[in-house]
């Protein structure tokens, strides 16, 4: 009887020996990469290591996103997909995202655009109606007598999603620094996607602002839970007929999540530098953005 208890509690120390060797090799699977962006007919090799036995692919969006059971996987169209891989009782997944594929020249016609001339420069009002953060550069020519004149430049690299900014376009000078007269204007643009590790949140800076007697001056809170490197601010002059007058632009230095920063805006002038008082104006959070490091 002890004999055949003995027996029986080896073989079952041999039993749970056999059992335990792949959960504890498992313990420490792991797959890579975790999480990963891919563009619409993009595929990935998801590979899993420290794992014992067949590993089982499978996908929760196979949609979206597809899998071998050799862990290649395949962007089917844009969403979000988690790739599981099963190794005996250890389950690893790996988030999939999947994005439109970019196109410079569909993403450039996302952009809205509307001209106002001040007749000290054009502003441009912009919406970016892509669905991702872009980076936006923008070219005026201005036009006399069907010629051109002058060019002038400005720039957006994190153009947010949904978001509008403002752009100014300085005009033609002479060499005294006297404006001169144009009578047309076209603009051209380009976008690229921005680059990945920006972090941004222009919609979660706060600006409170009053007119006074030849400034305006604002209040701009950094409410976003980030730190960001860039906060740049405008302020639109406009008379009593909603016509532009004038612009100025800041940047604000409120990067710390919870600081603000006071700025001010200096109404804009004539050509004898006598100050024009405006009927109203518009504040504009341009960008608000910082770098992943």
Not at 105 to 118: G, H, M, R, V
Not at 156 to 166: I, P, Q, T, V
Not at 173 to 195: G, H
Not at 258 to 284: C, L, M, Q, R, V
């Amino acid at each position: 009887m002890k004999h055949t208890k003995k027996l029986l509690l080896a073989l079952l120390a041999i039993l749970l020996t056999f059992t335990s060797v792949p959960t504890q090799a498992n313990a420490a699977a792991k797959i890579y990469p975790s999480s990963k962006m891919l563009n619409v007919g993009e595929t990935v090799t998801l590979s899993v290591t420290g794992a014992k036995g067949k590993i089982k692919w499978s996908s929760s969006n196979k949609n979206v996103a597809s899998v071998t059971q050799k862990g290649i996987v395949s962007a089917k169209k844009a969403g979000t997909a988690t790739i599981k891989a099963k190794a005996a009782k250890k389950t690893l997944k790996c988030k999939i995202t999947v994005e439109e594929r970019f196109s410079a020249n569909k993403a450039t016609k996302n952009i809205s655009c509307t001209l106002q001339d001040t007749g000290k420069g054009v502003v441009a009002i912009l919406k970016n109606n892509n669905k991702i953060t872009v980076s936006l550069s923008a070219k005026l020519v201005y036009y006399s007598n069907g010629k051109m004149i002058h060019t002038s430049n400005d720039v957006n690299y994190a153009f947010e999603s949904g978001k509008e900014c403002s752009m100014f376009f300085q005009p033609p000078y002479d060499k005294d620094y006297q404006t001169v007269e144009y009578d047309d204007f076209k603009i051209t643009m380009s976008v690229q996607k921005a680059i990945s590790n920006l972090i941004c949140g222009s919609n979660k800076i706060g600006v409170t602002s009053d007119m006074g007697a030849d400034k305006v001056t604002a209040e701009v809170k950094n409410n976003s839970g980030k730190d960001f490197e860039f906060i740049k601010v405008a302020v639109i002059f406009y008379d009593s007929s909603k016509k532009p007058i004038g612009y100025k632009e800041q940047y604000a230095n409120c990067k710390t999540n919870g600081s603000s920063d006071f700025i001010s805006f200096n109404f804009p002038y004539d050509e004898e530098h006598k100050t024009i008082a405006p009927d109203s104006y518009k504040t504009y959070v341009n960008f608000a953005y910082g770098y992943k490091h």
